[in-house]
């Protein structure tokens, strides 16, 4: 089995121009007309000259509905079935693309995950890719055939179905891109690039023409749910050139690169949010070491994803420790969280999950002070309370009440700067042009 990134000697020995891994998002193949549309654009990329691989997800709310079965026999699934169950979507997407090229008179064949050797950790509903071995798919290549593989799936070291989590399809392009050492991978999506926030919500975004690896790894990370997160660490590591654009239109998108010196210039370049956060708060904790490790050590066995994290200061030899994980496990969260606090003698457990979190990401915040601060102006002058903060190097996130996600989106949109000039804002934002 090859690693990802060193895999590729077999193939390439083709005379086209180039290799390029396009991916196909729900709503690109959301209908059968839409799955032609899909065809008619792989067999364009192909008749170009490029040895052309399409990845596709489960067509748009197909895996919600998956989701739903699942919760409608359980709210506590196993999750090796319930992988079993969600990984079936991408199924059907990539039977109908290689019929809809197939019925364009062109060849093409379908893989699914396991088929191309696509091996996971066993982390079921959210696997990490560990390699992939891409001698069948070269060798289908060779054949002329437009290769289309599942996205979102694989199987691990036992041969369980697995899943990459929310928008894998993502890691799937990008890994196949990397392990093919392909000249470039395409997501294409329902909106024709990466915009400075997202532009259902705010029509003021603006496109942005590239974004560094970095920025794009940390919007990612606090919910920008364009690209998943782990396709971008693919994307960084291995020096994939990443292009978001639209199925729709023939917009060239914005190209994910390495960062340049213009890109620092900008303060803020995105703006992202996430209603998918709950916060858990357990009251009176025993000030003592070794009880944070209790906690989150628990968290961690059953893989639970802790994001923000603040601990009060203590007062009478007790402290309130709050943090917050993806809504999706907030119930075994609280089984795990009920038990350890009545170990360690704490006094309560609560739970919020009308809270979301909003952030701000620039590379330009490492030259520049004061973002933080002007962050929180402009949300307390929105009438907006902060309830948890946490910054990184090139980000601050501030947990809100949900009910004002939007409001404090569009605010901090227009106070960065960051709205279309059209609508009127200073031009505070340096051209990513450079
Ligand atoms: P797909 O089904 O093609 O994978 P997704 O729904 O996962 O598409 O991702 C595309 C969506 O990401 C857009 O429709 C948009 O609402 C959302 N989005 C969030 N933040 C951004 C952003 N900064 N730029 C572009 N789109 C964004
Ligand atoms: N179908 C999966 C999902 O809806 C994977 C993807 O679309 O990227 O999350
Ligand atoms: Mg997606």
């Not at 997202?198 to 940390?218: F, G």
């Not at 990443?242 to 390495?258: A, H, R």
């Not at 009545?342 to 520049?368: C, F």
Request: proline share 2%; aromatic share 4%.
């Amino acid at each position: 089995m090859r690693p990802i990134g060193s895999a590729r000697q077999a193939g390439r020995g083709t005379s086209a121009l180039a290799l390029i891994v396009q991916k196909y998002g729900g709503t690109s193949v959301g209908d059968t007309e839409r799955i032609k549309n899909v065809a008619k654009r792989c067999i364009a990329a192909q008749k170009a000259g490029h040895d052309v691989v399409v990845v596709v997800s489960a067509m748009s709310g197909e895996t919600n509905r998956l989701l739903k079965l699942v919760s409608q026999i359980t709210d506590r699934p196993n999750e090796r079935e319930q992988d079993v169950v969600v990984a079936t979507g991408e199924q059907v997407s990539i039977g109908l693309v290689a019929l809809a090229i197939q019925a364009q008179k062109r060849k093409a064949v379908s893989f699914l995950g396991h088929q191309v050797r696509i091996t996971t950790d066993s982390t079921f509903s959210k696997a990490r890719i560990k390699s992939i071995d891409a001698e069948r798919i070269v060798d289908a290549l060779k054949k002329k055939n437009i290769v289309v593989v599942a996205g979102f799936q694989g199987q691990d070291e036992e041969g369980n179905v697995t899943t990459l989590g929310r928008g894998g399809s993502d890691t799937t392009a990008v890994a196949l891109a990397a392990a093919l050492k392909a000249d470039a991978c395409e997501i294409y999506t329902d909106v024709d690039g990466v915009y400075t926030t997202d532009p259902n919500m705010v029509p003021q975004a603006r496109k942005l023409e590239r974004i560094s690896y970095e920025e794009m790894l940390e919007l990612a990370s606090v919910g920008a749910k364009v690209l998943q997160i782990r396709s971008v660490e693919f994307a960084m590591k291995y020096k994939v050139p990443l292009w978001v654009k639209s199925s729709f239109t023939d917009d060239p998108g914005t190209l994910v690169c390495e960062e340049d010196a213009a890109m620092e210039d900008v303060l803020v370049s995105g703006i992202a949010y996430d209603k998918n956060e709950s916060k858990i708060a357990i009251r009176g904790v025993p000030d003592v070491p070794g009880v944070a490790a209790k906690i989150f050590g628990a968290l961690d066995e059953q893989s639970i994803v802790v994001d923000l994290i603040v601990q009060n200061v203590s007062k009478d030899g007790r402290t309130d420790v709050t943090f917050t994980v993806g809504k999706a496990d907030l119930a075994k969260t609280k089984d795990v969280v009920k038990k350890i606090a009545k170990a360690v003698k704490a006094e309560g457990v609560e739970t919020d999950d009308h809270v979301s979190k909003v952030s701000i990401v620039g590379v330009g915040m490492r030259n520049h002070s004061g973002v933080a601060a002007k962050m929180f102006k402009v949300l307390a002058g929105a009438g907006v309370n902060v309830q948890m903060i946490s910054t990184s190097e090139i980000k601050v996130s501030c947990v809100i009440h949900s009910n004002y996600t939007e409001l404090a989106v569009r605010s901090l949109h227009t106070a960065f700067g960051l709205d279309k000039p059209e609508s009127g804002a200073v031009a505070e934002v340096v051209s990513l042009k450079g």
